[in-house]
Structure formats: C-alpha cells, structure tokens
C-alpha cells in the first residue's frame, strides 16, 4: 500500500514563496514515478510537474516553468514543490501522486494521491 500526505501549503501574498512537500511511503514506491497536480476552483484537475523516480527528467507545466521546482530528498520519499513568484492564478488544491507508470502520471490516472494541500495567494 502507498501512502501520500502533502503538507506546506497556506496563504500567501503575489509574488510570495512556498514550499510543499510531500511524505510518499510504501514498500514498492522507490520506482514509482512522481509528481505534483493542482485544481483551481471550478476547473480541471492539472500536471503542475513531474519527476523521474530516479530523479532528473523534471518536466512542468508552462505556467510555472522557471518558477516553480520540484524535487525529491535522496531517500526518494519525500517530494517537494518549491513555488516562488506566485500568482493569483496559482491558488488551487495541490495534491502529490504516484504511479509506477509515467503515462499514467502524466495523464492524471495515477494510482496514488494525497489529500491535497491549499495554496492561496492574494493580490
């Protein structure tokens, strides 16, 4: 069985920095392929980044391209999201997901989810 349980998320002003991170435990999750979503209110869920569970082959979305970082401690257990220059636009729930498949992942099919963590940024 895989656990995620996101933390760090919060309320923040435009052009503010936060970090999540996210706990991934699990026997089988050291190969699992990783990354970070978000749903703003009213919308679809959306692939905010996503890592290889060896690390390297980042890969985000457009939005937060050279703002935003993820990351994974050495372990591989917990992922993070280094958010910095945040917008308006960013607020949203973030939820961490796992899979063993990086289609599945990218998709949004992934096996695996946290409860998700509120970001707010305000103007």
């Known amino acids: 069985q895989v656990n995620l349980v996101e933390s760090g998320g919060g309320s923040v002003q435009d052009g503010g920095s936060l970090r999540l991170s996210c706990r991934i435990s699990?026997?089988?999750?050291?190969?699992?392929?990783r990354g970070w979503f978000r749903q703003p209110p009213g919308k679809e869920r959306e692939l905010v980044a996503r890592?290889?569970?060896?690390?390297?082959?980042?890969d985000y979305m457009e939005a937060v391209q050279g703002r935003f970082t993820i990351s994974q401690d050495s372990a591989k257990r917990t992922l993070y999201l280094q958010m910095n220059s945040l917008k308006v636009e960013d607020t949203a729930m973030y939820y961490c997901?796992?899979?063993?498949?990086?289609?599945?992942?990218?998709?949004?099919?992934?096996?695996?989810w946290g409860q998700g963590t509120q970001v707010n940024v305000s103007a």
């Open positions: 699990g026997t089988t999750v050291s190969t699992f392929y």
């Open positions: 890592i290889d569970f060896k690390g390297g082959n980042e």
């Open positions: 997901a796992a899979d063993p498949s990086p289609t599945a992942l990218r998709q949004g099919w992934a096996r695996n």
